[in-house]
């Protein structure tokens, strides 16, 4: 799990620039915070929409690979004054380093990402390792992008 300010810039990231769909979302009003959950279509297409939803009902994530899980806590997105979560790379609240996700395409997946204006913590140019990059998400969390060939 990690925690976002903003839900809906998180989600729009995870879903139109790294490609996961929302599985779930619960909101506990009365505790002020909510949960998103977030995972990748593994079914290359074939699953429709109605079928997934279908799925969920019965399965809820048991039948998601890699789920990732957003916590929101009601009003930090319109705080002027929250800074923001520890990402873990840096003091303080170092600890939690980064996600990763596998693309097809390495050099691809960094032009688009490069296109649609993503933060890189890393590029592929970047370093000793050029066969990996590190973007950032809304929140300034790391997620690395490894090819699938990865060895």
């Known amino acids: 799990m990690i925690r ?3 839900p809906k810039a998180s989600i729009a990231f995870y879903t139109d620039v790294i490609g996961m769909e929302v599985i ?3 909101h506990f009003n ?3 915070f909510s949960l998103y959950f977030l995972g990748f279509d593994h079914s290359d297409g074939k699953d429709t929409k109605e079928a997934k ?3 969920r009902k019965d399965e809820g994530l048991i039948g998601w690979k890699g789920v990732l899980e957003l916590n929101h806590n009601h009003g930090t997105e319109s705080d002027p004054e929250f800074k923001g979560y520890a990402s873990g790379n840096q003091e303080p609240g170092r600890g939690f380093g980064h996600i990763a996700i596998t693309v097809d395409d390495i050099q691809a997946a960094c032009d688009r990402f ?3 204006g993503v933060r890189f ?3 592929l140019t970047d370093g000793k390792m050029k066969n990996i990059a590190f973007i950032l998400d809304p929140d300034g969390y790391w997620i690395e992008i490894v090819p699938k060939n990865f060895s």
């Open 4 to 6: 976002v300010k903003d």
């Open 24 to 26: 779930s979302e619960l």
């Open 30 to 32: 009365d505790d002020k």
């Open 53 to 55: 939803q279908d799925a």
């Open 114 to 116: 490069e296109r649609l």
């Open 121 to 123: 913590q890393k590029k």
